[in-house]
């Protein structure tokens, strides 16, 4: 495999865009994983989700006891408002990505310690590839 070497070296997300993400891909996680033999969307650091309000939102139930490493505590439902609220920040280089993401994403809120609430501008099916794993756009 050959690619163009990054313009920037970054760790970041949101300044990497997906034609060099390859290579810090397995130190993120994303809410839902794809299953690389089906290609179905599985659970990762969420459990569940449910679309509500009419398919204007995505609730996620998120996976407890999940530990950073280094002593930083749990996943919670804040870590997933911060890498989101990161992600999408004016100074982004993502790529594709993080300008859909910013295009489907109104809003994201915690309902509960695990528990978030993925609110859309519009009904959109394509946000589950985009915030899952397939699209590489929403690492945590």
Not at 85 to 95: A, F, T
Not at 102 to 108: G, S
Request: no cysteine; glycine share 8%.
């Amino acid at each position: 495999m050959a690619l163009d070497p990054p313009t920037h070296e970054f760790n970041n997300p949101r300044h990497i865009g997906a034609t060099v993400m390859w290579q810090v891909k397995p130190m993120y996680e994303y809410l839902v994983g794809i299953d690389h033999k089906t290609g179905k969307l599985v659970p990762q650091l969420a459990t569940e989700w449910a679309l509500e309000n009419g398919g204007t939102a995505i609730r996620y139930k998120l996976r407890q006891g999940v530990q950073f490493q280094g002593g930083y505590g749990e996943f919670t439902a804040k870590d997933v408002v911060h890498s989101w609220k990161d992600l999408i920040r004016d100074d982004s280089e993502g790529g594709y990505q993080v300008a859909l993401i910013k295009k489907f994403v109104d809003t994201v809120e915690p309902v509960a310690s695990h528990e978030v609430l993925v609110k859309m501008k519009a009904i959109n099916a394509d946000v589950f590839n985009v915030i899952s794993e397939e699209e590489a756009g929403f690492e945590i």
